[in-house]
Each structure stands twice: as C-alpha cells, then as structure tokens.
C-alpha cells in the first residue's frame, strides 16, 4: 500500500536561508513523487514532480527536490527562502503498479519570517 | 491553456438540504477527474475519482454522490447533508495516462459550511 509521511507539522526559516521541507514515502513499485503548494482558501498549486531520471528536480519558484531512493525519501529545497513561499505545502505518491489513486501527504506549513 | 472553474467559492447550508457543487476544465479533453475533501487546511481526502463520462469510483463510503454528465464536467452531490459534511472541496482534473505520472491541478474550492 502507498503511503506519504511529513514529519514536520511547520517549519519556521528565517528570509534568505536555505528550506527544507521533508517526506518520506512507501510504494510498491517505482515512486512517481509530486510537490504541491496551497495558499489560504486557494487550491493546490503543483510545483514540481519526480517520474524518473536525474534525483534532483527543478521545480516553480525556484524550488528543487532530492529524491533519494534508498531513503525512501523527496524532500522539497529552495536555497534561498522569500516570506512570500509562507503556505502549506503537500507531498504526495503514486505508483506504477496501476490504478488511480495519488496519495497526498498531511501537509507543512512552512512560515518565512522577515 | 488549460483551466478549471469550481462555483460556487462558498455555501451556508442547514442540516439536511441537498448539495450540489459544480466543477468544469476547459481547454482540454478527456481528462482525469477528481473530488477531495479537505478539512481544517490539512490533508486531503479523496472522495470520487472519474476517468470517463459516466464512469465515477467512490474511495470513501458515506451520503455524498459524484456525476460526470459531460467529459470535462464533474459534479458531487448529496440528497442529504450532515454536520460532518463541513469541509472545503476540492476538485482536480489530470492529463488521461496509462499511469499516474501526471500531476493534478485543482481549483480554487468550495467551502462548505453546514449549520
């Protein structure tokens, strides 16, 4: 069974630091691994996704994420942090073994202080 | 470019009335299609998934209903809503693929509140 895990409730930085937003995953076949971002009262806005290839994904914005396979892991980076990125941001998994079912992780807020 | 229109943003509704929320993608065809539940800003419950007109799959037992009378038309429906039917909805469409390599883009939702 898929699965999604981000252990960070929130994730305080200061503007101008490098974020980390982190996930961790479980599928049964190969990952395809999404990256999402939600303002207030909005939708969500896709930023980025691992299908396969190069482990380091440039995404919207200026983000990126790692995957790293034998973490289990797709943590979502951007080296320089803008209080604007302050949003709640999901992770999420499917796989290659069929169906339609993409499981989204419980999402982190991130929050950019000045 | 593609886009997707949910209406309406907000609805009061009393304890028991019907629901009917609306969802539509334009400039795109034969899409995924997708109904979520999200409650209190947190993670997503997916509640009806549609790969075709007519064709609806229900992840989650309870008294909401989803149509998709037309290809790029989704809707979710109750005869009968309950206090626990509170939440923001949200629909998403995605590219029609053989596998679920496609990212979802979602609409601005609709915040439901039941009194």
Known sequence: AQSVAQPEDQVNVAEGNPLTVKCTYSVSGNPYLFWYVQYPN??????????TGDNLVKGSYGFEAEFNKSQTSFHLKKPSALVSDSALYFCAVSDDTGGFKTIFGAGTRLFVKA | SQTIHQWPATLVQPVG???SLECTVEGTSNPNLYWYRQAAGRGLQLLFY??????ISSEVPQNLSASRPQ????????????????????????VRSASLNQPQHF??????SIL
């Open chain 2, 107 to 112: 609409g601005d939702g609709t915040r439901l």
């Open chain 1, 42 to 51: 909005r939708g969500l806005q896709f930023l980025l996704k691992y299908i």
């Open chain 2, 17 to 19: 009335s019907p629901l």
């Open chain 2, 50 to 55: 549609s790969v075709g007109i007519g064709q």
């Open chain 2, 71 to 94: 290809d790029r038309q989704f809707i979710l429906s109750s005869k009968k809503l309950l206090l626990s039917d509170s939440g923001f909805y949200l629909c998403a469409w995605s």
